[in-house]
């Protein structure tokens, strides 16, 4: 690389605390004129209470960003799928609350 041109890569640092990740198994998201606010919840069973475990606020830009990698790396999942890697999980996943328990 030319000590003219400008590195456009950005390195990117992940700390321990982080990598460990928080478990989310509902996120809620609202949105205004100019950001989108993702907060990821953890339920338990036979708790009355849920807590944000993280929030995340984005632009409406960055939140489409967000929207198609998902919808990229669901594809790419479910390529795999049909190819006996793993078991597919379907056409379409109800929101909690959307389809009735049964025992």
């Excluded at 907060?39 to 198609?68: E, H, Y």
């Excluded at 790419?76 to 025992?103: C, S, Y």
């Amino acid at each position: 690389m030319d000590n003219n041109q400008v590195s456009n890569e950005i390195q990117i640092e992940l700390t321990d605390e982080i990598a460990q990740g928080v478990y989310s198994n509902l996120a809620v998201i609202a949105h205004s004129s100019s950001e989108f606010v993702i907060d990821f919840i953890r339920i338990l069973p036979g708790t009355p209470k849920a807590k944000v475990k993280s929030r995340i606020i984005l632009t409406p830009d960055n939140a489409k960003r967000l929207l198609m990698a998902l919808q990229d790396n669901i594809k790419i999942f479910e390529d795999q799928t049909r190819h006996g890697k793993n078991v597919p999980f379907g056409n379409m996943i109800p929101p909690l609350g959307g389809v009735p328990g049964q025992a």
